[in-house]
């Protein structure tokens, strides 16, 4: 299978722990998109690649959350002392550049109690 | 900010029948792109339109982009029980008219097609 992979699937943790989310794209992809979905809304953009290049962080992040995309390859995404609000669907999704489309992973479905 | 606005919100039908979802936007775009959610899962892109192009076919989807109105169409012909899903619009624009290889996505539209 060579589409976009993510891993957990899914994740049940306590409030104030730390989670880190993993994210393999497709490879031949330089861009690699972080987006988050709460339930009856669509994605929200969460910060984005261009190779290992963090080149834009939403509002949404705050500073309890950090991404990396070391070599320009997978990417993490990390939140820090989770709160109840964090609870969501986060999808990760990659392209070959700007302007095209993207191709989304099966997500990580977070939920903390 | 959220960019995209699908109508309806939810729409039921009978397999057999045709759906039509409709995406209202607001600033200039590069492109517009609809993509589909089963329930729980991640986003699978359909179809993709540029600016520059007022409709485009695949297989039993059309999607029309109308830029003088700022709207967009996707029309399911035929419509089948597992195209049951939720259907999002995206534009590569935000309401402020800024690109940035981003996208933006509705809150979407669900379908329902029963047997």
């Known amino acids: 299978d060579t589409g976009v992979s993510q891993d957990p699937r899914h994740k049940i943790t306590k409030r104030g722990q730390n989670v880190t989310f993993r994210c393999d794209p497709i490879?031949?992809?330089?861009?690699l998109y972080w987006y988050r979905q709460t339930l009856g809304q669509g994605p929200e953009f969460l910060t984005y690649?261009?190779?290992?290049?963090?080149?834009?962080k939403s509002r949404l992040l705050s500073d309890r959350f950090s991404a990396e995309r070391p070599k320009g390859s997978f990417s993490t995404l990390e939140i820090q002392r989770t709160e109840q609000g964090d609870s969501a669907m986060y999808l990760c999704?990659?392209?070959?550049?700007?302007?095209?489309?993207?191709?989304f992973g099966p997500g990580t479905r977070l939920t903390v109690l | 900010s959220q960019q995209g606005e699908e109508d309806p919100q939810a729409l039921s039908i009978q397999e057999g029948e045709n759906a039509t979802m409709n995406c209202s936007y607001k600033?200039?775009?590069?492109?517009l792109q609809w993509y589909r959610q089963n329930s729980g899962r991640g986003l699978v892109h359909l179809i993709l339109i540029r600016s520059n192009e007022r409709e485009k076919h695949s297989g039993r989807l059309r999607v029309t982009l109308d830029t003088s109105k700022k709207s967009s169409s996707l029309l399911i012909t035929a419509s089948r029980a597992a195209d049951t899903a939720s259907y999002f619009c995206?534009?590569?624009?935000?309401?402020?008219?800024?690109?940035?290889?981003?996208?933006?996505f509705g809150r979407g539209t669900q379908l329902t097609v029963w047997p």
């Open positions: 490879s031949e992809h330089n861009r």
């Open positions: 999704a990659s392209s070959p550049g700007s302007g095209n489309e993207q191709f």
């Open positions: 995206a534009t590569d624009a935000n309401d402020r008219g800024s690109t940035l290889g981003r996208l933006y």
């Open positions: 600033t200039s775009i590069n492109n």
């Open positions: 690649f261009q190779n290992e290049a963090q080149l834009e």
